[in-house]
């Protein structure tokens, strides 16, 4: 399918650009986006939760009372849960949450996501985003320029741009990320993605 190229300006060049079907054209994964996306907040996990059972909260480890003859129920250990300041049953402990997926199935959920965007128009290739200074107002003026200053907004670089990220950390709604480095949850969270003309070749090259 093709797709025109615009300007920072938010006018168009003239010029269309063919999106791989393969790639912006499937029919979407839905269950492949879901594990793409699930694994990648796992990933983000550090899973360091941690509380005081009975067998490493402190205190005396002496029998309490006697086994028998008290009326009331056995009670062998001061850390027992029943009593205040004994340990937590069934408490959360370290653990890694993270999990493994097949390079086939998260090409898949990529292309998945690509395509719900590019189903929705909300696919805009620039010619370039490069800028000459560092502003968060240079990012702001992009969003007014295609009028979509109240959306989510993921800015796809073909390489590293120390300008366009910088200029844009200051932004909730902005998020820059190089194509080699595009992840399903990047594409899903955002609610447009506008891909610098030459990040559609490294596409080819890894999700083709």
Same mark, same amino acid.
């Given at each position: 399918?093709? #797709?025109? @190229? ?34 990648? *907040? ?14 490493? #909260? ?9 086994? +028998? ?9 001061? +850390? ?33 996501? /690509? ?21 968060? +107002? ?17 800015? #796809? @670089? ?5 300008? @366009? ?8 709604? #902005?998020? @820059? ?10 594409? *899903?969270?955002?609610?447009? /993605? ?15």
């Amino acid at each position: 399918m093709k #797709v025109s @190229v615009y300007n920072k300006t938010g006018e168009e060049t003239g010029k269309k650009i063919e999106l791989n079907d393969s790639i912006f054209a499937i029919q979407p994964n839905d269950h492949a986006i879901y594990l793409d996306c699930k694994q990648n *907040m796992a990933n983000k996990r550090q899973g360091t939760h941690s509380s005081l059972h009975r067998g490493i #909260v402190s205190g005396s480890t002496r029998k309490l009372k006697r086994q +028998k003859g008290t009326g009331t129920a056995r009670a062998g250990s001061i +850390k027992s849960p029943l009593f205040r300041g004994g340990g937590r049953v069934f408490g959360p402990e370290p653990r890694i949450y993270n999990f493994k997926l097949n390079k086939k199935l998260k090409r898949l959920a990529r292309k998945s996501a /690509l395509s719900y965007r590019a189903q929705e128009n909300n696919i805009f290739v620039v010619d370039n985003l490069l800028f000459d200074d560092i502003k968060t +107002k240079n990012i702001i003026g992009l969003k007014n320029n295609f009028k979509i200053i109240d959306k989510k907004i993921l800015l #796809v @670089v073909a390489e590293s741009n120390k300008n @366009v990220y910088l200029s844009s950390r200051n932004l909730r709604d #902005v998020n @820059v990320v190089t194509a080699s480095e595009l992840s399903t949850y990047d594409i *899903m969270w955002a609610s447009i /993605l506008m891909i610098e003309e030459k990040s559609i070749d490294v596409f080819e090259n890894y999700l083709a």
